[in-house]
């Protein structure tokens, strides 16, 4: 929910004028353009739908890794649908996973398919130092982001975003 | 799963690429022709039997109501409303929305009626700015004045929402043929004259797009432009803008009102359904991947933007796709490039000539980067129709019959076995369970055929 809340995502150069590098953005409920009640409302109902039915929840990287932009690449789509089918195969339940100790995810260490390399952004980034501080300027981001939602909605999720 | 053959079938021959248009002309025409609840109302009572005389428009003396696909096309060549396109599926009407080539997120206001049940509810912000009843009335009667100065008028009625429970009987009044092109794609278009009986609204949109708000200041506005929504009037009126995304998100807006009141959750994201009826959404802006990723082989499509979360599953909100068109070709987006044809609807898209064709030039952005094509949902090769949901939602009490149906129509080769057989063992269900006012017809049965494979491997690179 604490992810549902925040909506990271990037503008992607030319969606919108004056854009010409993707650009670190925040959007509630990853449409807050078009939501008329509090984000919290949606969050809450998403939270009620997934306990009722046990519904999984991963994120999927789309965007950019191995470096910031300019330096790394876009997830090829390749590698993308074989992350999303070993989720809908159900493989992702069989494997071993790490955790991202600032984000607190749970990373997969392999998947059927897609280059061990890849999963860890860690391991995929060229520069260690330019990518632990990468990770931390945006953990801030989260962080400022999230700030609006503290002590809004039934549950408080703030502490289930990054940790620094 | 025999992937072999179905990537096989899909990969055109020679003799197929040759008849291109033809084929895919031929594959949409059963649902092209099958919707067909037209209209057209003559004389002095024309706007009463539209329904439109109760919101103040008496002008018009013809009213074009739901016009079909074919009559649709010829309404827009007959008034010059754009161009036609010779893509390589098929012919596509083009048209040009003029200033705006986008939705205009700042001109979007929500009538704050004080200590109403939405003045309680609404999120008051930067993303749903307030103005006053008085605005709207003064909004509300150009937009009417402005109808009742023309000699003809095009009113639709759609349903918003797959589920018959939480749908929303939606009428939009336009100017222009090619507007009620546009949400004849994007929204639920209805089955028959029976669906449409009685039809009630629970919102109507006036769009008049020529008329700007020339008293913007004075209302406390920010420009020409007005999308302005009354929630509890169940009216909306536009002004000054041609962009078609104002019809579509402004719906959606509402959806996210009226969905979370009853429990139910809208959500913006893509979704599709495996054999086992196992659905997975994909949250996501713009640009992030939720059309592309939606598009499995392996599942069947139920949308790929807006759709709502209730006791009965996941279900899609809209009868249609909107997509990008920015450098689209065939080898990257195969299903969009391919649903553009007869009836897809292009708009801000450049046109070049060669020879004596004018084709579509998708890397043209000299306009706007933001071109776009609007298609129904059967232009899609796999997609979960209505009556596919309205089923899972029936065989929920039923689910081991389902599951062996639905894993039964997946497998190519049990597909002609399936046609015979689930028509035998589903209909006398389907009319024992069905409420009266849907009537069970062939096409409901014979849409399980549309869970099938879809063309694979788009790339967004």
Same mark, same amino acid.
């Given at each position: ?58 994120? !999927? ?22 992350? !999303? ?80 | 799963? =025999?992937?072999?053959?179905? /990537? ?36 002095? =009572? ?20 739901? +016009? ?60 749903? /700015? ?29 349903f918003c929402g797959a589920n018959p429970k939480s749908r929303r009987k ?6 222009? %043929? ?10 639920i ?6 669906e ?6 629970d ?16 209302? =406390? ?34 959806m996210?009102?009226w969905l979370?009141l009853e429990g139910d959750l809208p ?27 939606? %598009?499995?082989?392996?599942?069947? +499509? ?5 759709h709502g979360w209730d006791k009965d599953g996941i279900f899609n909100f ?68 209505k009556?596919?949901f309205w089923l899972f939602t029936l065989?929920k ?9 639905? =894993? ?25 369970l069905l409420s009266?006012n849907y ?23």
């Open positions: 929910m604490y992810h549902f809340l925040s909506g990271y995502t990037a503008k992607v150069a030319g969606t919108e004028l004056g854009i010409t590098e993707p650009v670190a953005s925040f959007s509630a409920c990853f449409g807050a353009a078009f939501l008329t009640h509090h984000p919290t409302v949606y969050a809450d109902l998403l939270a009620e739908k997934m306990e009722t039915y046990g519904s999984d929840c991963y994120l !999927v990287n789309t965007g950019w890794t191995g470096g910031a932009y300019g330096v790394g690449h876009r997830m090829s789509i390749k590698a993308t649908r074989a992350c !999303v089918n070993a989720i809908l195969d159900g493989d992702i339940k069989n494997v071993e996973f790490e955790r991202d100790e600032i984000f607190g995810f749970e990373i997969p260490k392999t998947l059927p398919g897609v280059d061990s390399h890849l999963l860890n952004p860690k391991n995929a980034w060229a520069d260690h130092a330019e990518y632990e501080a990468t990770k931390n300027r945006l953990a801030q981001m989260y962080i400022k982001n999230f700030k609006k939602y503290e002590g809004r909605g039934s549950t408080d999720y703030t502490k289930f975003g990054p940790q620094i | 799963m =025999n992937r072999d053959f179905h /990537q096989a079938s899909l990969k055109p021959t020679k003799q197929q690429t040759r008849n291109k248009s033809a084929a895919v002309a031929e594959v949409c025409l059963p649902e092209r022709e099958e919707y067909n609840v037209s209209k057209t109302l003559i004389g002095p =009572n024309a706007c009463k039997e539209a329904g439109i005389e109760n919101l103040g428009i008496t002008g018009p003396t013809t009213i074009y109501k739901n +016009l079909t696909f074919q009559q649709l096309f010829e309404h827009e060549v007959a008034n010059n409303e754009g161009k036609v396109a010779n893509c390589e599926y098929g012919d596509t009407f083009t048209v040009d929305t003029g200033r705006f080539t986008g939705r205009s997120p700042k001109d979007k206001w929500m009538v704050k009626n004080v200590g109403s049940e939405s003045d309680r509810h609404l999120d008051w912000g930067d993303i749903n /700015q307030p103005t006053t009843p008085e605005v709207f009335k003064e909004l509300y009667e150009k937009a009417v004045a402005s109808f009742n100065k023309k000699d003809k008028a095009y009113v639709f009625d759609c939606i009428r939009f009044v336009h100017e222009m %043929a090619w507007q009620q092109h546009f949400v004849t794609n994007m929204f278009r209805p089955s028959d004259e029976i449409l009986e009685g039809f009630e609204p919102f109507t949109v006036i769009n008049a797009c020529s008329q700007v708000d020339e008293e913007y200041k004075k209302h =406390n506005l920010r420009s020409e432009v007005a999308v302005v929504f009354n929630i509890e009037e169940k009216k909306a009126v536009i002004l000054g803008t041609w962009y078609g995304g104002e019809n579509k998100k402004g719906i959606f807006s509402l996210n009102y979370p959500m913006h994201c893509s979704a599709n359904v495996g054999r086992r009826g196992d659905s997975a959404l994909f949250f996501g802006l713009s640009g992030t991947g939720k059309t592309t990723l939606s %598009a499995d082989p392996h599942r069947a +499509l139920i949308g790929d933007d807006e809209e009868g249609g796709c909107y997509a990008k068109t920015i450098d689209l070709t065939e080898e990257k987006e195969p299903d969009i490039y391919r649903a553009i044809h007869k009836d897809a609807l292009l708009e801000n898209v450049a046109l070049k000539p060669v020879g004596e064709k004018l084709v579509p030039d998708y890397h043209d952005t000299t306009k706007t980067e933001n071109g776009r094509v609007s298609y129904p949902v059967f232009h899609i090769d796999g997609y979960v129709s009556e596919i065989f009490t039923l689910p081991k019959i389902f599951d062996l149906i639905v =894993n039964l129509s997946i497998r190519s080769k049990w597909q002609v076995i399936l046609r015979t057989f689930s028509f035998s063992l589903v209909t006398p269900l389907v009319f024992y009266a009537h069970p017809s062939k096409r409901c049965i014979i849409s399980y055929q549309d869970i099938r494979l879809k063309s694979p491997e788009p790339s967004w690179e």
